[in-house]
Structures are given as structure tokens and as C-alpha cells.
């Protein structure tokens, strides 16, 4: 018998549903929170914090039973955990593996830090829309204003919603 | 390359484009106190949702020369904006009008958002704090007029480098160049905003930030000066603590190149004294001048192309 690693000694494998991993240690409840999961929703979670990795050093690790992500929520985590990947399981086995990717564009999901940009005016008709400068760190420009937003005003936002 | 575009940063093009604007405002010179026909029937319209002289009359007086009509308002309180008309429809309104919508306003990306709902072309005549790009062009075509080539040249920027839109669109426009060096000299509190640096450095500019103007003065080919605004600081004692350090004066100007040239996008307060417009390196009114021809050949290639 194959000997389990030590992951699998703090939680056990999921029979069907999604791996979110590669999470940046210490994200991980972020990661749950732009779900929506509360713990109250019946569906089985584990969360692995903090535990070694051969890419990131430490990182998290989010297994959620039961349940498949919609793109907008691959792309929220994109913007929150821009290493995560994620993991498809049916029937103990991994289906499908994707690394997260920060779109180019992102609009819509987060709103200008600048008070004086056109897309805070109430009554414009108009949505944010803001394009990707670095990956790492993760620097977001806003289309209209040029104004630009590093990965903690990202987080807070999101996570706020 | 420019017929039908928008204008909203001066970043939108490249220095080949540039040249074609510079090549026909040299042209345009040649007309700037007679009249052409070349836009005929064209009309634009002219949205300034802030105050400006300088700007609208020079963009109403290149399309009076070029023939074409002009409509537009200057301030809000007489229009249906007072009334809470949304930028968005005031814009839509405009835009079944007149051929080209020059617009400025206080908020920022306001340019970008009318030049989406126009099907016209818009051309951004300040934004807020961002962007100002048909000023920079007049800035670029005036070191262009003065010296052969805008490459190798050591550039100095002094005054307001955080809020100021004609500051920030020059800097812009000389990073399209290979120039020898850009002096960024401002009090630390109205330095340029990270934005502005961050490009810089991916530009791979050589650029450095300094206090005094007396430290880097001597290198300095151009000199743009801006003004620094008192309502800017918030203790007045600190503005008066450092305004003689960003002031122009014929003394500052002892150990200078033979051919510095200081550029400014006037208004100017005290920031440059009247003494210093008897110099030869004085070229600011003459930058003023070029706003007429250089904007006749923006609204010329936008409306007309290069065919005519």
C-alpha cells in the first residue's frame, strides 16, 4: 500500500467534488469566502492551511465536496489565489487539473480606488473595467483613470462583497 | 494612421505618428493667420465642462482657420447638466451634432468613456489630473522646432508632477523617446504618482527625482515648469517654505546651457519671473503659438485624413 503524504494524514481524499490548491498560505478562508461558503450549505469542506510546498513554500488548500465552480468564481479566485489550481475529482480521482489564470480584462468584478474616476460617478453607464500590469505581485490598472491597484485593495474588495 | 481616431493619451501613439502631426503642423504654420477650405461643412463641438482660454480658443480659432464650424459651451450652469444631465447623454447629443467632440473635464477617464459612446472622434482636452494630450503634443512640436531631434536631449520637469495634467502628459510624451536623461523636480509631497514612474521604468527611461532645481539646472536642455498650486499644501507655511526653490528667476538661469529652452503650459503665477521672458531661452509663448497649427493638424488628418 502506497504510503500517504502528509496531506492526506490531516484530511482524506474527497470522492467527488473540487480541490482548490496552491493557495497562498494564509488565503485560504479568503478563497471561501468569494464562494459564499459558510459551512451551513451541508456540503463537506476541508481546509488545509499553512502546510509545505515545494513551489510556494507554505500554502493552503481548500477541498470542498459536492460542488463545481462557476468561471466567474474561477476568476474571483484567479484574483485572490493567482497560483491556485483547480482540481476536478470524481470518484477519488482527479478528472481535471487547471492553474487559475488572471484574466488580461477584468470587468466588473471591482470597482476604481479613485473617487474621481468616471466609473464612480453615480448614473454614468459605465462599468470598471481594469487590465492585468504584473502577475507578480498582482498590479491591476484601471482602463478610464489609468489609477492602479495591488493585490490587498483586490482582496479587500472581493472578500467584501 | 490618423484619420477617424480618438485622442485620449498622448501613450495612444507612436513617434511615427507623432511626426506625421509635427509634419503637418509644420504646414499649417503657413495658414495660421489665413483661412482653408480643407473643412468645409465639418462641425465640431466644443464640451468644456471645466474653464480653459487657451485650450478652447485655440481649438476654435484651428477649426475657424480650416473652415469648419464650431458649437459647444464652456461652462455648465447654462446647459441641461445643471439640471443633472448625465456626461453619457450629453455626449449622445452632441455626437448627432457635430463631426468631432473636443471635450474637457474634471473627472478622470471622462474622455475614454465619451470617445466609447461617440461614434465621432473625441479628442481628450484634459482629464482631471491624468491626461492632456494635445497639450503635450504642442510641448513635444515646440522642442522639435528648437532643437533637431528630441532623442538624446536632457529633459527637466519642475512644479506640480502628482495633479498636474500638462506635467503628466509630457512626461508621457517624452518617454516615446530616447532621451539622455529625465529630471523629475518637485517637493516631495506633489511628486509624480507611482502610475507615472512605474511607466517610466518600463519605458526604460533614465529618470531621477529631485528637490532643488538649482542641483540639476546646469545639465538641462529643456526645462518645463508648471506651477505649484498653494491649495495643494496643507499648512501654508510649508508652500511658503519651498515656493523660492521652484521659482524661475534670471539668477537661476547664470550657469545654464547656451540653449536650454523652458517650455510652460500657461497659465503662469510667479513660478517664472517676467524677467526671464527677455532671455533667449524663453519659448514659452512661442509653445503658446503653436497651439493653433497643431491642432489644425490633428483636426485636419482626424476629419480629413491625408488626402487633401
Given at each position: 500500500m502506497r504510503k500517504p503524504n502528509k496531506e492526506e494524514l490531516i484530511v482524506r481524499k474527497i470522492k467527488d467534488g473540487t480541490v482548490i490548491d496552491h493557495i497562498p498560505a494564509g488565503h485560504a478562508l479568503y478563497v471561501l469566502k468569494i464562494l459564499g461558503i459558510t459551512g451551513r450549505e451541508g456540503f463537506r469542506v476541508a481546509i488545509v492551511m499553512n502546510v509545505d510546498s515545494k513551489k510556494l513554500g507554505k500554502k493552503d488548500i481548500v477541498k470542498i465536496e459536492g460542488m463545481e465552480l462557476?468561471?466567474?468564481?474561477?476568476?474571483?479566485?484567479?484574483?485572490?489565489?493567482p497560483t491556485a489550481t483547480i482540481n476536478i475529482i470524481k470518484d477519488y480521482l482527479v478528472v481535471s487539473k487547471s492553474?487559475?489564470?488572471?484574466?488580461?480584462?477584468?470587468?466588473?468584478?471591482?470597482?476604481?480606488?479613485?473617487?474621481?474616476?468616471?466609473?464612480n460617478q453615480p448614473r454614468e453607464p459605465v462599468i470598471p473595467e481594469f487590465r492585468t500590469m504584473s502577475l507578480n505581485p498582482l498590479i491591476l490598472r484601471c482602463e478610464y483613470c489609468g489609477c492602479t491597484m495591488g493585490h490587498d485593495e483586490i482582496i479587500r474588495q472581493l472578500v467584501k462583497e | 494612421m490618423w484619420y477617424n481616431r480618438d485622442v485620449i493619451t498622448i501613450l495612444d501613439f507612436s513617434r511615427e505618428e507623432l511626426e506625421e502631426v509635427f509634419e503637418t503642423a509644420d504646414d499649417m504654420l503657413k495658414y495660421?493667420?489665413?483661412?482653408?477650405?480643407?473643412?468645409?461643412?465639418?462641425?465640431?463641438?466644443?464640451?468644456?465642462?471645466?474653464?480653459?482660454?487657451?485650450?478652447?480658443?485655440?481649438?476654435?480659432?484651428?477649426?475657424?482657420?480650416l473652415g469648419g464650424d464650431v458649437i459647444g459651451f464652456s461652462e455648465v450652469s447654462t446647459t441641461s447638466i445643471a439640471k443633472g444631465e448625465t456626461l453619457a447623454d450629453t455626449i449622445r447629443m452632441l455626437d448627432s451634432y457635430a463631426d468631432i467632440i473636443v471635450i474637457r473635464h474634471s473627472i478622470e477617464g471622462a474622455a475614454k468613456f465619451a470617445a466609447e459612446i461617440a461614434e465621432s472622434p473625441v479628442i481628450n482636452a484634459g482629464d482631471g489630473t491624468r491626461h492632456h494630450p494635445t497639450q503635450a503634443m504642442i510641448d513635444l512640436y515646440t522642442?522639435?522646432?528648437?532643437?533637431?531631434?528630441?532623442?538624446?536631449?536632457?529633459?527637466?520637469?519642475?512644479?506640480?508632477?502628482?495633479?498636474?495634467?500638462?506635467a503628466?502628459?509630457?512626461?508621457?510624451?517624452?518617454?516615446?523617446?530616447?532621451?539622455?536623461k529625465l529630471y523629475l523636480i518637485s517637493p516631495p509631497l506633489l511628486s509624480t504618482r507611482k502610475e507615472v514612474r512605474d511607466h517610466l521604468k518600463l519605458r526604460g527611461i533614465a529618470f531621477e527625482e529631485v528637490e532643488r532645481l538649482d542641483d540639476v539646472i546646469e545639465e538641462l536642455d529643456v526645462l518645463y515648469v508648471t506651477r505649484i498650486q498653494r491649495e495643494r499644501f496643507p499648512d501654508p507655511a510649508?508652500?511658503?517654505?519651498?515656493?523660492?526653490?521652484?521659482?524661475v528667476t534670471p539668477e537661476s538661469l547664470k550657469k545654464v546651457k547656451r540653449d536650454l529652452i523652458i517650455l510652460h503650459?500657461?497659465?503662469?503665477?510667479?513660478?517664472?519671473?517676467?524677467?526671464?521672458?527677455?532671455t533667449k531661452h524663453a519659448k514659452y509663448f512661442e509653445q503658446a503659438r503653436y497651439g493653433v497649427p497643431v491642432r489644425m493638424a490633428l483636426l485636419k488628418l482626424i476629419l480629413a485624413g491625408d488626402r487633401v
Open positions: 462557476k468561471k466567474e468564481d474561477v476568476d474571483k479566485i484567479a484574483l485572490i489565489a492553474k487559475v489564470q488572471v484574466p488580461n480584462r477584468i470587468r466588473g468584478l471591482l470597482t476604481c480606488i479613485n473617487p474621481r474616476c468616471i466609473t | 495660421s493667420h489665413s483661412r482653408l477650405d480643407i473643412l468645409k461643412g465639418k462641425v465640431m463641438a466644443l464640451a468644456f465642462f471645466e474653464p480653459s482660454t487657451r485650450t478652447r480658443l485655440s481649438f476654435e480659432t484651428a477649426m475657424i482657420r522642442i522639435r522646432r528648437n532643437f533637431e531631434d528630441i532623442d538624446g536631449l536632457t529633459i527637466g520637469v519642475l512644479g506640480d508632477l502628482k495633479y498636474g495634467r500638462a503628466t502628459s509630457f512626461i508621457y510624451g517624452v518617454s516615446l523617446y530616447n532621451i539622455k510649508e508652500y511658503e517654505k519651498v515656493r523660492g526653490s521652484y521659482r503650459p500657461l497659465p503662469r503665477v510667479d513660478e517664472l519671473h517676467h524677467e526671464v521672458d527677455r
